[in-house]
Structures are given as structure tokens and as C-alpha cells.
């Protein structure tokens, strides 16, 4: 198989769905409620640009399994599985606050190896391919280099309403008193791209395994860390996932405070 396809293909996918999503932008939609939360819903946006990433991805892979939000599991069984976000930050975007994405990454054999985020509303495009570094817009990127927890600039991401007290004491009151300054944006997207390309320091969250995949490929091919919140490499097939990434220098400092 030619893995070099993975990448433009992943591109291309997301590049269309962001082109559907900024078509919606500032219309009316129609609410899909999600889980009877009021503030966890889909609009048409994300319908239909799931809906033409996996008409891409299936076109060219028609072998891959694909994971995304809206649909959930395929059935196909396959060492290579997409992991789709068609619209992250969707209440970002319902508001329209200039922070939500397309996110799709791909693993093999339970690993990230390729990231495509499309930051649609600033037209930036950040990918990676395991071995080959991280990249916006085609300029390659890598992570900050501050060293110290207290002078950090991240995001510590509240999530929705149902889900946030619990987050209190897992990680962001843990947090909140040790780092330079939080931040929060309402797509793990957003925040892991930003992570990679030194605007932030870190990123922190819990969430789907959707929400993370090619943010992890892209932070760590820009030199940064990306674990679970004890360390380890992430369980990508859990349904959520509590994850950590940042620039790798101040990656121990983070999960000491989370002990």
C-alpha cells in the first residue's frame, strides 16, 4: 500500500470539509441535540462535512476502518483506522468565535501516524506524517521551549456542562494555581495545533479519541509530548481519553501536579 497517499488524501478531505463548514458560517442551522445536553449538539455543518470526509476516505481506502463522530464506528475491520472530527468546536462555531476545525487523523496498528487539522477560519492548514516533522500552511513548525511550569501559557479545556464537574478534580484544579496562565478555546484541536506551533505551551483535556488523534501526530512531530495523564502512550481504543500534550519540557512538571 502506498502510505505516501495517506497524507494528501487526509489533506484534501480536510481542505473540502472546511470549505462546506465556512459555507454554513453566520447562517442559520438546525440543532442536533446529543445526549439529551442541551449544550452538546451537531448542526448541518458537521452533517455534511462528515458525510464528505468519508466519502473521500472510503473512495481511496475503501479497505480502512473510520471513526468519527457523527456516525461513530464503521465495520470494516482494518490495521489502518480514521479517526474523524468533521467540525471541532462546534459551539465555537455556532457562536461564531473563530476557533473550530476540521480534524482527522489516521492510526495503524492502534498508532497515530498521520495528522491533517484545517484551522478554517485563519486558512491555516497544519499536518504531519510520523518521520517527517510537522508543518502550517507548508512552513515546518516545532513547540516552545519554555522550561518552567509557573511561566506556561496553555489550555486547560472546562468541556461541556454534564462533564465538567468531575474535570474539576481530575485535572484543572490541580492545575489551575501552578501554571502561568489557562486558556481555553473550546476545540482540542485548536488547542494541540497551537500547542504545536509554540503558541501555547501545553495542552489538557478529556475527550474522544477523535478530538486528540492528529493533534497527536502533529505535536509530537514538532518535538513536543503527547501522553495520558499517568505518562503513558494513549489507549486509543477507550472511548474517552484523558490527554496530555505539551513541548515535552514541562510534560513531568504537568503530571507530577496531576498525581
Known amino acids: 500500500m502506498n502510505e505516501s497517499k495517506f497524507l ?16 454554513y458560517s453566520g447562517q442559520a442551522y438546525k440543532k442536533n441535540i446529543k445526549y439529551g445536553d442541551l449544550s452538546n449538539f451537531a448542526t448541518d455543518a458537521d452533517l455534511e462535512a462528515e458525510k464528505k470526509i468519508v466519502e473521500i476516505l472510503t473512495k481511496n481506502f475503501p479497505d480502512h476502518s473510520i471513526v468519527a463522530e457523527e456516525k461513530g464506528w464503521s465495520a470494516q475491520k482494518s490495521e489502518f483506522i480514521w479517526m474523524v472530527d468533521p467540525l471541532d468546536g462546534t459551539i465555537t462555531f455556532a457562536q461564531n468565535i473563530p476557533y473550530y476545525t476540521v480534524s482527522i487523523g489516521l492510526l495503524k496498528n492502534g498508532k497515530p501516524i498521520v495528522g491533517v487539522i484545517n484551522h478554517i477560519s485563519f486558512k491555516h492548514l497544519y499536518w504531519a506524517k510520523s518521520g517527517e516533522g510537522a508543518f502550517l500552511n507548508n512552513k515546518k513548525i516545532c513547540v516552545s521551549k519554555k522550561t518552567k511550569l509557573e511561566e506556561s501559557v496553555g489550555t486547560l479545556d472546562f468541556g461541556h456542562r454534564q462533564k465538567r464537574s468531575p ?32 503558541t501555547l505551551d501545553f495542552y489538557i483535556n478529556q475527550a474522544y479519541p477523535w478530538d486528540f488523534a492528529a493533534g497527536t501526530v502533529i505535536v509530537r512531530e514538532a518535538g513536543g509530548k503527547v501522553t495520558d495523564f499517568q505518562g503513558n502512550e494513549p489507549d486509543w481504543t477507550k472511548e474517552r481519553l484523558e490527554i496530555v500534550a505539551s513541548n515535552g519540557l514541562i510534560h513531568d512538571a504537568i503530571l507530577e501536579a496531576l498525581k
Open 167 to 198: 474535570r474539576l478534580d481530575l485535572y484543572i484544579n490541580k492545575l489551575i494555581t501552578k501554571i502561568g496562565y489557562p486558556y481555553g478555546f473550546g476545540s482540542a484541536a485548536v488547542g494541540m495545533a497551537l500547542t504545536a506551533d509554540s
Open 8 to 23: 494528501e488524501v487526509a489533506k484534501k478531505a480536510a481542505i473540502e470539509a472546511g470549505k462546506i463548514i465556512q459555507k
